[in-house]
């Protein structure tokens, strides 16, 4: 069962900005949409305004991924090939790397969203880098900046509102 912690679609914006208070991450989408770059945003307003964007046009769920400087480590954009093609098209982007931070949000109409803060262990990490090669090394990461950037958005995101499993709305 995967919890997440409910907050209103306002208060996405106090998460968002406490996600730049002590370094200012690089943020992308974790999946771009089909045969499109990654979206980047540049502020915590440009998150805030995805999120919104993401509620009031019914997507179900949507996935941030942070890199802090400090984590060091290596980060890829990954071109994922679909065979057979999904509505005719025949690729997608992923963000990959060991210690990205991966912020999820699951829209609950009319105004709530389920979030949740997913992070790789450097176990976990160390773990399957033989099966992924081209993500380099775990080692290359300082998976205690990884660890404390995940535990302070964690944390924030805790303090805002009441935990519950995740639940996916239908269309």
């Given at each position: 069962?995967?919890?997440?912690?409910?907050?209103?679609?306002?208060?996405?914006?106090?998460?968002?900005?406490g996600a730049y208070q002590a370094?200012?991450?690089?943020?992308?989408?974790?999946?771009?949409?089909?045969?499109?770059?990654?979206q980047h945003f540049a502020s915590a307003a440009e998150i805030q305004a995805k999120a919104a964007l993401c509620a009031d046009t019914g997507v179900r769920n949507y996935a941030f991924g942070?890199?802090?400087?400090?984590?060091?480590?290596?980060?890829?954009?990954?071109?994922?090939?679909?065979?057979?093609p999904r509505n005719g098209k025949s690729y997608r982007y992923s963000l990959s790397g060991w210690g990205i931070i991966r912020l999820h949000i699951y829209c609950t109409p009319p105004n709530t969203f389920q979030c949740r803060v997913a992070v790789n262990?450097?176990?976990?990490?160390?773990?399957?880098?033989?099966?992924?090669?081209?993500?380099?090394?775990?080692?290359?990461?300082d998976w205690r900046a990884v660890e404390t950037y995940a535990f302070r958005l964690s944390r924030r995101l805790a303090s805002m509102g009441r935990t519950a499993p995740v639940v996916q709305v239908e269309p």
């Open positions: 069962m995967t919890l997440a912690t409910i907050i209103t679609v306002s208060d996405f914006g106090v998460l968002a900005a370094e200012s991450p690089v943020v992308t989408a974790c999946e771009s949409e089909l045969e499109e770059p990654l942070f890199w802090y400087p400090s984590m060091k480590g290596q980060v890829l954009e990954r071109k994922l090939r679909f065979d057979p262990s450097e176990s976990r990490a160390r773990s399957r880098e033989r099966r992924y090669p081209e993500l380099g090394a775990a080692s290359d990461w």
